[in-house]
């Protein structure tokens, strides 16, 4: 078993308990119960065991609770048992140098972001979320996603996609240039540098991320 399937079959149970808000913990273990198998189900079984003697041994019949009575307990004691050694740390380092590649769409870039996040558990402040996220993606969208209110993560990422759309949509469809956008028979003479996606001569072409972006 390694991290993904442990991760991947947690994910599937609580996307399934969401669907029943009304379900109460211990029936949600007893269904947990019936999924395990093999490993995990040698596991649990050994926690049952555990929390039983912990109820009964000892000199009077005090009752203990036991440890895990919840699916919040249980994920976190699945994750502690089944993790690979230096699975989180791996995790962590992927999400502390994320960033968007530049063949990468932004919503590959959301997904990889949003599932990190789930991995790790991360509770962070929104406006920390937000700004780790703006961050991240290249920065000709940056500029633009900028003006707009990404006061959550929710609108960041629906603004964001907007953004990219219209890049690609501009870099499909370029307006005509104008006569004095043109850059001048003088400057192409002398090998001046001129972008033809912002029509400006800050930098070429051949230099523009834009134009790199729409071509990957």
Known sequence: MNGDMVYSWIRNLSTYFK???TLQEAA???IVTLQLEGVAQAWWDTQVEQNVLTMNIGPST???TP??????AFC???RNRFYPPGYCQGLLACWMQLHQLSSQSVQAYID???KLRVQLHDHEPKEVLVVKFSFGFLSFLGKEVDLFDNTSLDKAFLWTLVVERKVVSKLR??????PA?????ANATHGSPWCTFHRSSTHSAADCRALKYSHT
């Not at 440890?67 to 919040?72: C, R």
């Not at 956008?181 to 028979?185: I, L």
């Open 19 to 21: 669907t029943s808000p």
């Open 28 to 30: 949600k273990l007893q």
């Open 76 to 78: 976190d004691a699945l």
């Open 173 to 178: 469809n370029p307006p005509s240039p104008c």
């Open 67 to 72: 440890t895990i009575v919840s699916w919040d």
């Open 62 to 64: 005090t009752y203990h």
């Open 112 to 114: 990889i972001f949003c």
């Open 181 to 185: 956008a043109t850059p001048s028979a």
